[in-house]
Nanobody, 129 residues
């Protein structure tokens, strides 16, 4: 099972940018589908983005419709890291961001976390006005 670690969160002013990173300590994420979720205080967890990559160099991504144009998900094979670039951040982007091993569905649908996926502690993103 992949044990993923999120990093890169912090406090940023509205309009600013952050890049979150998701990596695994013992296994590689290079050819695993990785999804980003977030949870704001008092709200349910919501899907943000996911990235699929396989050994045949096929890759696909999904970004939640409401975040397209501001968020992008990417990876560099060999870096063992999946990135979430967040630009033009808004106060409503505040929350804890998690990455999780998931199953890719389609570019039009959020990935589904594996039933036995291990969720990490996440990384806090706080956007101030």
């Amino acid at each position: 099972q992949l044990r993923l670690v999120e990093s890169g969160g912090g406090l940023v002013q509205a309009g600013g940018s952050l890049r979150l990173s998701c990596s695994a300590s013992k296994l590689s994420v290079d050819y695993s589908t990785i999804a980003w979720f977030r949870q704001a205080p008092g709200k349910e967890r919501e899907g943000v983005a996911c990235s699929y990559s396989d050994y045949s160099s096929n890759s696909r991504t999904y970004i939640a419709d409401s975040l397209k144009g501001r968020f992008t998900i990417s990876r560099v094979i060999g870096n063992n890291t999946v990135y979430l670039q967040m630009n033009n951040l808004k106060r409503e982007d505040t929350g804890v961001y998690f990455c999780v091993h998931s199953r890719f569905q389609s570019p039009q649908r959020m990935c589904d976390p594996y039933e036995n996926a291990i969720w990490g502690q996440g990384t806090q993103v706080t956007v101030s006005s």
